[in-house]
């Protein structure tokens, strides 16, 4: 991936590690970062079918999971319906801009992203596996977009938030991008030992205290948790629901995986915090207005939740 992305390691990381773990990844940042090509380089390195969905305000559900249409037998005359598969139906689908489009386009990914499979035309129809949804989203134009609902955001495993590069990586940047040489991507797996890495990552040992620091961490968020803070009872409307204690883990298991491990440890689990919780704590209008961020909050979570001393390893 480094031959062609230059700079942001992390949130490299993060994807890779949302795909091991078998979990969707929403990319946040400003136009011009490379948002789409680190997808488009994923998929490639990874020999994965790949499709591209451009959002926006007039995208229809059927423009996304297909519709049927009308054919007709020239031989015998008789007409009958096929239904023609929509882009969904690939292993790695990018969901480009995807706060452009209403809200009942968006809830067509949401079976697809949950349950692995789409209804159309009567039927319930396998995708292919792997299935991953990388989408896009803009921070800074709000002009004409849909903010995703809860619901949605909840789907996605990690929250990526990728930054401007640093001044040596973006003199890097210009050299690579300004020349007529432009490097191949090698596929290094392909779709059945992609499939076969996610089930390695889920064998990776997860200790009961492992698990009990990962509920503590979400419970701590919850406004009307005894465990809360006073930073979040104060500045959360809303905490993170047990969905997110499975992305800690899941997203603790690819960490550990990838870098060479058999079992989780604190760091971890903290390494997967941010982006596994800063969608899912909502701050208060009051908090918004005081300029607190799900950044914050979640430093503070961190800081007053003790990780176990001992036990993690298996």
């Known amino acids: ?17 949302a795909l091991a773990a ?20 994923i998929a490639e390195a990874l020999a994965l079918e790949f499709r591209r969905i451009q959002f926006t305000p007039d995208l229809v559900p059927s423009d996304i999971t297909g519709s049927e249409i009308l054919e007709e037998d020239s031989a015998t005359g008789a007409r009958s319906f096929r239904f023609v598969r929509g882009p969904i139906f690939a292993n790695i689908v990018l969901a480009d801009e995807i706060n452009r489009a209403p809200p009942r386009t968006q809830a067509a990914l949401l079976e697809a992203m949950q349950e692995h499979r789409v209804t159309a035309a009567g039927e319930s129809l396998r995708l292919p596996k792997p299935f991953f949804v990388l989408a896009t989203q803009n921070p800074i134009e709000q ?11 909840d789907r996605f495993l990690f929250d990526v938030r990728v930054g401007y590069p640093s001044a040596d990586d973006e003199v890097s940047i210009l050299r690579a991008t300004t020349g007529t040489r432009q490097d191949a991507l090698s596929p290094v797996l392909g779709a059945d030992e992609a499939v076969a890495l996610q089930r390695a990552v889920r064998d990776v040992a997860a200790s009961e205290p492992a698990l009990r620091f990962a509920a503590s961490l979400v419970r701590a968020t919850r406004p009307d948790d005894a465990s809360a803070t006073a930073l979040v009872k104060r500045a959360v409307r809303w905490g993170a629901g047990p969905r997110a204690g499975q992305a800690l883990i899941l997203g603790g298991k690819a960490h550990a995986f990838l870098a060479g491990r058999a079992a989780v440890s604190p760091d971890d689990i903290v390494r997967v915090a941010l982006p ?3 969608h899912r704590v909502l701050a208060s209008f009051a908090a918004e207005a005081e300029g607190i961020t799900p950044e914050e909050l979640i430093a503070d979570v961190l800081a007053r939740v003790a990780p176990p001393r001992s036990g993690l390893a298996i």
């Open 276 to 278: 596994v919780l800063r």
């Open 143 to 153: 002009e004409g977009t849909y903010p995703l609902p809860e619901a949605q955001l």
């Open 1 to 17: 991936m480094q031959k062609r992305i230059v700079g942001q390691e992390a949130p490299l990381d993060e994807i890779l590690m």
């Open 22 to 41: 078998g979990g969707h990844a929403l990319l946040v940042g400003v136009p011009g970062l490379a948002k789409t090509l680190m997808i488009r380089s």
